[in-house]
């Protein structure tokens, strides 16, 4: 059974944006009762189907890019200690070209080629079969309704309306709508370990303005003079260039630390398996064409919908 949570939109909230922010502010995504969703026990295991990838790199080149996003956050490191966090991404290739989006406890990494459309389809008649086009990819996370721990998470990857390569290695390949995969995936793996947006975006649906780990409000994304470390921010929620995109790839300050209270270092830490589902909640980007030919946006969107599974 699904719900739809409508949001609750608090236009005063922009007024925030243009206040100094105290340092090292991240954002979590918090369940529908304001409950902050994390890994028990950080240890993901990314299943990345290359049975059939985009065209502008060899398979090799998406599972080297793949592991480099993965490898930026486990090897977060904040006050001049080399790793400040037990996440741990691994990431393994399968042949399969695809496969749906569910609770499995598998997460799996797949590009959509065919269709940009919900794999199972909704069986809420209220959902679109399928994804507004201009998203880039979306990542679902399935955690327990009551305590957030997440159990599973699905990221698919919109090779149906973009292509996908790598801009450091191959710049001349690049336009609209060629995207950056390393840098938008080292994004998409912050939602997989639970960080939010570093703001709002119109659209985002929520019973409650988030707030972030310092207790204060999140600004909305249209609000001016966001500070940089907001804009600065792996987690934040666009890109002005290619090369912005590329600098996606490396964490800011913020998103460390949000590793790193969330999931903090510790030399006798194991890996244990996750037990059930009860709900998930979803994110999505978008990339949206700026004025001109040579400005890029990448708006990186919050799926419209909170979703909870029984
Ligand atoms: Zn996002």
Request: charged share 15%; hydrophobic share 40%.
């Amino acid at each position: 059974m699904r719900n739809r949570t409508k949001l609750v939109l608090i236009a005063s909230v922009a007024g925030f944006a243009a206040l100094p922010r105290p340092a090292a502010a991240y954002v979590r995504t918090t369940t529908s009762t304001g409950i902050p969703i994390a890994w028990k026990a950080p240890c993901v295991k990314i299943e990345f189907s290359l049975g059939d990838p985009p065209p502008e790199l060899k398979a090799a080149g998406y599972l080297d890019a793949a592991t480099q996003a993965g490898a930026a956050w486990s090897n977060a490191s904040l006050d001049g200690v080399d790793r400040c966090t037990n996440v741990i991404f691994t990431v393994e290739s399968f042949s399969s070209v695809a496969g749906p989006v569910g609770m499995d406890y598998h997460n799996r990494l797949i590009f959509r080629q065919n269709s940009w459309c919900r794999d199972p389809p909704p069986t809420d008649p209220n959902e679109p079969d399928c994804y507004d086009p201009s998203a880039l990819a979306i990542t679902t996370v399935f955690q327990l309704r009551n305590t957030g721990e997440i159990l599973d998470t699905d990221l698919e990857f919109n090779a149906t309306d973009y292509t996908w390569s790598d801009y450091v290695g191959h710049p001349d390949q690049f336009g609209y709508l060629t995207q950056d995969f390393q840098g938008a995936l080292t994004h998409e793996f912050g939602h997989v370990i639970g960080l939010d947006h570093t703001c709002v975006s119109p659209g985002t649906s929520s019973d409650r303005w988030p707030v972030d780990n310092n207790g204060n409000l999140v600004p909305a994304c249209s609000s001016g003079n966001l500070p940089a470390t907001i804009t600065g921010a792996t987690m934040y929620v666009s890109v002005a260039s290619p090369s912005a995109e590329v600098e996606l790839r490396s964490l800011s300050p913020d998103d460390v630390q949000g590793a790193c209270d969330i999931y903090p270092f510790t030399s006798n830490f194991v890996c244990v398996a996750p037990t059930k589902a009860q709900a998930s909640s979803g994110c999505s980007y978008a990339a949206q064409p700026g004025r001109g030919a040579i400005v890029w946006v990448l708006a990186f969107l919050v799926l419209a919908t909170i979703r909870r599974r029984r």
